[in-house]
């Protein structure tokens, strides 16, 4: 689902400071071109991600964005947790990002 893919792609945004198109078509089973499309929707939505070409490029979140989190309505966190959780469930069992997913779901910072 593609929602679920955007959050997924956020969250891995988060955890690592850049990533590929190719790492995320792969870690998505889609097509780049996909990945590249879900780049310009996150960006429509007000996220500024930033790509940059060639040998150390990928995709990033503009340094030193914040978001707001007023912003977001008790519905727009609940399907954000329901993203993450499913998002867990197709991570292989243990990874580090499995393991932090869980382990700020349950409440931890």
Sequence with gaps: MKIDRLIGILS?????EKVTAPYLAERFEVSRRTINRDVEDICKAG?????????GGGISILEGYRMDRTL??????????AGLKSLT?????GSTASLW???RLAGRK
Excluded: C, K
């Excluded at 996220?47 to 040998?55: D, E, N, Q, S």
């Excluded at 977001?72 to 947790?81: G, N, P, Q």
């Excluded at 469930?89 to 069992?93: F, N, T, V």
């Design 72 to 81: 977001l309505t008790s519905r727009d966190m609940e399907s954000i947790l």
């Design 101 to 103: 997913i869980n382990w």
């Design 12 to 16: 891995i945004l988060l955890q690592q």
């Design 89 to 93: 469930a197709s991570l292989e069992p």
């Design 47 to 55: 996220i500024p991600l930033v790509t940059t070409r060639g040998p």
